[in-house]
């Protein structure tokens, strides 16, 4: 189910925790961020990415026309997977990016923990979450040590999606609360 926690930063006081999707996506935008539930395809687990971006084709068209994002892909990450923990690693530090960071989960779990005006957000998503986190918005990402999610990313340019680290340890200080 998903879940959105939010601390105060400096005294790591919890201000809020809620799995109410409707008030998840209010909360949230006020900081700018989108969050929706989307009706999940009904396909086979672990699908290929072509059927998965085929099964979203029609709200993935409109939610691209929208925010004149360029296009999507489907990542697929399995605990058996060689490079899970390099790319866990990867995310698990606070960073920026230079655009929007949209994702969709078809399958599994992960969470973004955004770091904005002095709170923390720690928006567990889950299957049918869709979020978009701002370009610029601070941030990480974790799925836990065992990662199994299908994601679907939209973007305009991957080179928006370079990870930019602000040396804050942030993360360290708010572990992500994975399940």
């Excluded at 691209?64 to 892909?73: F, R, V």
């Excluded at 990662?147 to 340890?169: A, E, I, K, M, N």
Aim: include cysteine; aromatic fraction near 10%.
């Amino acid at each position: 189910m998903s879940r959105l926690t939010v601390w105060d930063a400096s005294t790591q006081e919890e201000i809020l925790r809620t799995e109410d999707a409707d008030e998840i996506a209010r909360t949230l935008s006020d900081i700018g961020v989108r969050f929706e539930r989307w009706p999940v395809a009904d396909l086979p687990k672990g699908a290929p990415a072509e059927q998965v971006l085929e099964a979203y084709k029609p709200r993935l068209d409109a939610f691209l026309a929208e925010t004149s994002a360029g296009t999507a892909d489907v990542i697929q990450l399995t605990p058996e997977h060689p490079m899970k923990d390099a790319l866990r690693d990867k995310f698990l530090k606070e960073h920026t990016h230079t655009e929007d960071e949209v994702r969709f989960f078809h399958e599994g779990a992960g969470n973004f923990v955004l770091h904005v005006g002095g709170k923390v957000y720690d928006a567990h998503c889950t299957t049918g979450d869709l979020i978009s986190v701002p370009a610029n918005v601070t941030h990480w990402f974790d799925s836990g040590d065992r990662p199994d999610f299908t994601v679907l990313r939209v973007f305009t340019d991957t080179s928006g999606w370079t990870p930019h680290y602000t040396g804050s340890d942030m993360a360290e200080r708010f572990p992500v609360q994975v399940g």
